[in-house]
């Protein structure tokens, strides 16, 4: 049974959502669904996570705080800050550095005004350096919520940032 805390921080549709990835797992096995948990109340929030929420999942899931803490500070798909409406996460490892991705970096960071792992004055983007992301044959690539953009030229990037505004 969770506590108190899970109880009133986690909404009724999130813990409905997390028991169901509850249910792939052994019973004594619950804190397996700590990533989908981390995930599911991300998005619901904004796409951040507090160190109140984490406390909900640490307790709904029945694990200590710290774990839970491990795992969403490890993982470069969730966030301990507010983001922007689009985090543009740009791969920057080997296959996309050798195509450009430091070209792609620097016209974004010049077109939005910021640097990577930065947030925009209006909070419309966040600028985040990932590692691979599996694209590299189409490198250079950079994700925007669930949708892959690759063979980037800056003439693409405008493009699609246009197509967001």
């Not at 169901?20 to 991300?42: C, E």
């Not at 966030?79 to 080997?94: A, H």
């Not at 044959?137 to 940032?161: C, H, S, W």
Request: charged share 25%; proline share 4%; aromatic share 8%.
């Amino acid at each position: 049974m969770a506590t108190a805390n899970a109880q009133t921080r986690l909404s009724a549709e999130i813990k409905a959502e997390i028991d169901k990835h509850i249910a792939k797992y052994p019973a004594n096995r619950k804190q397996s669904a700590v990533m989908p948990a981390l995930t599911l109340v991300q998005n619901s929030n904004g796409g951040w996570l507090t160190t109140e929420l984490m406390d909900a999942i640490a307790d709904y899931l029945q694990m200590p705080a710290i774990a839970v803490y491990e795992v969403a500070s490890f993982y470069s798909m969730y966030e301990l800050k507010p983001v922007g409406k689009y985090k543009i996460c740009v791969c920057t490892n080997v296959s996309c550095m050798l195509c450009g991705s430091d070209e792609i970096v620097a016209h974004l960071e010049k077109r939005l005004g910021i640097k990577l792992g930065e947030t925009s004055a209006d909070n419309k983007f966040t600028l985040k350096e990932v590692e691979c992301l599996a694209a590299c044959g189409n490198a250079p690539m950079f994700q925007i919520g669930r949708e892959y953009y690759e063979n980037l030229t800056p003439e693409k990037v405008d493009q699609i940032l246009d197509d967001l505004e």
